[in-house]
């Protein structure tokens, strides 16, 4: 099978309550999320939430769009995780965050080639991060999130799934996939707040749905400099 690309998803957030299914220039964020996904060869696109009731618009919203859903635990993540990818008999698999409405297809794809061709234990743009926050991809080999899932029961690593491995980075053969450039520094591109949704919405509008990261910064850049009131915050 090709490479499985784990969407992770669920309703409830602090700052920013139901973003999952909020709308942006028209369309779920979550769905946005999907759309951009599709650019990418890797497959199936699987969106993993969890067993509680209030996740069920997820699950609602993935089945309208013709996405497998998965559903397991809500706090041990981790274990959400291995049982998806178990259940898929995947060797490896693409962990991407349901609130990163601009993700990069052609990224997807050059990370998971990379990985397939070297089988590091662990591919990120994360480990340095030169790449904006939104735009986080983690390719995971299945074995080795098996041994993290039986190395640790500490509450913070089941459920953000690789902390683990960071935490204990010379155990593990982690490749780190870099930008050529700081060309996106200062750039977020996630959504975890009003003004997020706001500079999120501003961009979708103006932006082609197949456009490739470079144009989604330059929009971000644009968003920057028109995007201040007078006394420096955003508006």
Same mark, same amino acid.
């Given at each position: 099978?090709?490479?499985?690309?784990?969407?992770?998803?669920?309703?409830?957030? +602090?700052?920013?309550?139901?973003?999952?299914?909020?709308?942006?220039?028209?369309?779920?964020?979550?769905?946005? =999320?999907?759309?951009? =996904?599709?650019?990418?060869?890797?497959?199936?696109? =699987?969106?993993?939430?969890?067993?509680?009731?209030? *996740? +069920?618009?997820?699950? !609602?919203?993935?089945?309208?769009?013709?996405? +497998? =859903?998965?559903?397991?635990?809500?706090?041990?993540?981790?274990?959400?995780?291995?049982?998806?990818? +178990?259940?898929?008999?995947?060797?490896?698999?693409?962990?991407?965050?349901? *609130?990163?409405?601009?993700?990069?297809?052609?990224?997807?794809?050059?990370?998971?080639?990379?990985?397939?061709?070297?089988?590091?234990?662990?591919?990120?743009?994360?480990?340095?991060?030169?790449?904006? %926050?939104?735009?986080?991809?983690?390719?995971?080999?299945?074995?080795?999130? !098996?041994?993290?899932?039986?190395?640790?029961?500490?509450?913070?690593?089941?459920?953000?799934?690789?902390?683990?491995? %960071?935490?204990?980075?010379?155990?593990?053969?982690?490749?780190?996939?870099?930008?050529? *450039?700081?060309? %996106?520094?200062?750039?977020?591109?996630?959504?975890?707040?009003?003004?997020?949704?706001?500079?999120?919405?501003?961009?979708?509008?103006?932006?082609?749905?197949?456009?490739?990261?470079?144009?989604?910064?330059?929009?971000?850049?644009? %968003?920057?400099?028109?995007?201040?009131?007078? *006394?420096?915050?955003?508006?």
């Amino acid at each position: 099978m090709s490479t499985p690309v784990l969407i992770f998803s669920r309703m409830d957030s +602090e700052r920013l309550p139901g973003k999952a299914l909020l709308p942006v220039a028209g369309r779920p964020l979550l769905a946005r =999320v999907i759309d951009r =996904v599709r650019l990418s060869d890797a497959g199936p696109i =699987v969106v993993c939430t969890s067993e509680r009731k209030c *996740d +069920e618009p997820i699950a !609602q919203l993935a089945a309208a769009e013709s996405i +497998e =859903v998965f559903r397991g635990a809500t706090n041990d993540v981790l274990a959400r995780a291995v049982a998806c990818v +178990e259940k898929l008999g995947a060797d490896d698999f693409v962990r991407i965050s349901g *609130d990163s409405p601009f993700m990069d297809g052609q990224l997807i794809d050059r990370f998971v080639a990379n990985h397939l061709a070297e089988r590091p234990d662990l591919t990120t743009n994360i480990c340095p991060r030169t790449f904006p %926050y939104g735009v986080s991809i983690e390719v995971i080999s299945t074995a080795t999130l !098996q041994r993290v899932a039986a190395l640790t029961s500490d509450a913070e690593d089941r459920e953000h799934v690789t902390r683990y491995l %960071y935490a204990h980075a010379a155990n593990f053969r982690i490749r780190n996939e870099a930008a050529e *450039d700081n060309r %996106y520094a200062g750039i977020v591109l996630t959504v975890d707040s009003p003004a997020d949704l706001a500079r999120t919405e501003w961009i979708a509008e103006r932006l082609a749905s197949d456009a490739g990261l470079d144009e989604v910064v330059d929009l971000a850049r644009e %968003y920057l400099r028109i995007g201040k009131s007078n *006394d420096g915050e955003s508006r």
